[in-house]
């Protein structure tokens, strides 16, 4: 049975006429006559009476019941599959940073729930170095998080830039310097973020370049649990620069200038190459990667 062969019936029962059905679904009588006769012989009955004028048996018209209303549901389903394509709409699985969750996403998110309610999000946080295995794997629908390790299977787009920089306690012995060098942080206690992280795989990286092996006091998961600790002046710590906004302006951190570690890193939207993407994430990555660099790193 086929959705062409309820629609031939259909439309007899409402000619009345196997010619006049067939001029309508542009078929020929025959055509016309063998669409019925599969249907007779699949379900073993007789569905029409051909003597003129044509007319539906009493199976006929039980069949016709059921077949109206297969065919609504086809064409129910026909008109929400063209509604994805004009308001999107569908559930999206984001993993991200615990620091790029909490001072990006409440901008982003809020834009996309008020122009597309449809739209349902879940956030996942976890360290950035989980973030592209998870999206590769298909547990996240896409990820934010830095781009520096390039993955061929993942499609990538910069969002914006960040930096990383050395903070510290107003009571810290360093809080009144504007610029320090990498050399000066080995003997002070620092406050570190855990391996897993990309931010700590930097500032290891720098270390070991200069040669300087820190005198680490703690390790945390978090930017945010890493700045806490700081605040309580128990050591100081590099961190990402978009993630102290709040505190530099309540004065609850001191932002020290480290030469060798102004390096720029890219942020950005992954997601895996040649996965079907649905309204909702489609919808989603257009507004993301549609969006100035502002909209990210603005302090406001």
Known sequence: MNINQLETLLTISRTMSFR????????????????????EDEFKTVLIDRNQPVTLT???????????????????????????????????????????AIQILPRVLTYIQNQFPMIKTTIHSMPSSQVMPAV???TLDIGITY??????????????????????????????????TVEALKDIPMIMLSPDTFGRRFVDQIFQKYGISPNI????????????MVELNLGAAVVSKLSITNE????????????????????????????????????????????????FISSE
Do not use: W
């Open 20 to 39: 006049k059905a067939g001029e309508i679904l542009n078929l020929t009588q025959p055509a016309v006559s063998a669409q019925i006769k599969s249907l």
């Open 58 to 100: 009493d199976r006929g018209q039980v069949f016709l019941e059921h077949a109206e209303r297969i065919l609504n549901i086809v064409e129910e389903l026909k008109q929400k599959l063209s509604d994805l394509n004009q308001v999107p709409q569908g559930h999206i699985i984001i993993g991200t940073t615990s620091t790029i």
């Open 136 to 138: 590769e794997q298909g």
């Open 147 to 180: 781009l520096n390790d390039r993955n061929p299977n993942m499609e990538a787009s910069t969002l914006y830039y960040d930096t990383y920089e050395l903070v510290v306690a107003p009571a810290h012995p360093m809080s009144n310097l504007k610029h320090t």
């Open 217 to 228: 006091v703690m390790e945390l998961s978090s930017s945010e649990e890493v700045k806490r």
């Open 248 to 295: 530099l302006k309540q004065g609850t951190l001191r932002m020290i200038k480290v030469n060798e570690l102004e390096l720029t890193h890219p942020v950005g939207v992954v997601y895996r190459s040649g996965r079907y993407l649905n309204s909702a994430i489609k919808q989603f990555l257009s507004d993301l990667k549609g969006m100035p660099e502002t909209q």
